[in-house]
């Protein structure tokens, strides 16, 4: 585990999957298994991996037009690895590759404050459609992903837009 073992890869190319699945299992980002874990990275525009010697580390990925938006998902890393300034450099990575565009990202509520050192701010028009399970979307709800079904915020609750269309007026 040391610094000069350790080094950023860009492409998929002999990417072990098994580890990446491991790693975002662990992290408790997803526990699809390898080979979706391939389709999805190598599907996306970017992607961002640490390697330690052969070990993978760390896991990055973001959904790209290359002109002017771009989306970040998947950032892990091994929980040996953290506070080593690591994860920084998986989403410097990604955000060096993405400059000139409008980039999101989906992150777990509990990273909301290490994402908002690198400028990203929360948004509050951000719309969310998942096609999962109702035992899903409550662990979501729950852990604080979503606000509440028809949720407005304070200053929302007086403004004519907010009651609808106007066309259905």
């Known amino acids: 585990m040391s610094e000069e073992t350790i080094r950023l890869k860009t492409d998929s190319d002999g990417i072990d999957w098994e580890q990446v699945s491991e790693v975002l299992r662990k992290s408790g980002l997803s526990d699809a298994p390898a080979e979706v874990q391939k389709k999805a ?15 993978i580390i760390g896991v990055a990925r973001a959904l790209t037009d290359h002109v002017s938006q771009g989306a970040i998902y998947n950032v892990a890393l091994r929980d040996e690895y953290q506070g080593r300034g690591l994860g920084r450099k998986l989403i410097e990575s990604l955000l060096e590759r993405m400059q000139g565009q409008n980039v999101i990202l ?32 409550a662990w979501l709800e729950n ?27």
Request: aromatic share 18%.
């Open 41 to 55: 990275f190598t599907n996306s525009g970017l992607v961002a991996f640490l390697l330690d010697s052969d070990k």
């Open 106 to 137: 989906y992150t777990h509520p509990q990273t909301v404050l290490m994402y908002e050192k690198f400028g990203f701010r929360r948004a509050k028009s951000a719309m969310e459609f998942f096609q999962i399970d109702e035992e899903h979307k």
């Open 143 to 169: 852990e604080g992903f979503f606000l509440p079904e028809g949720f407005r915020f304070a200053d929302e609750y007086k403004r004519e837009d907010m009651k609808g269309p106007r066309w259905r007026k």
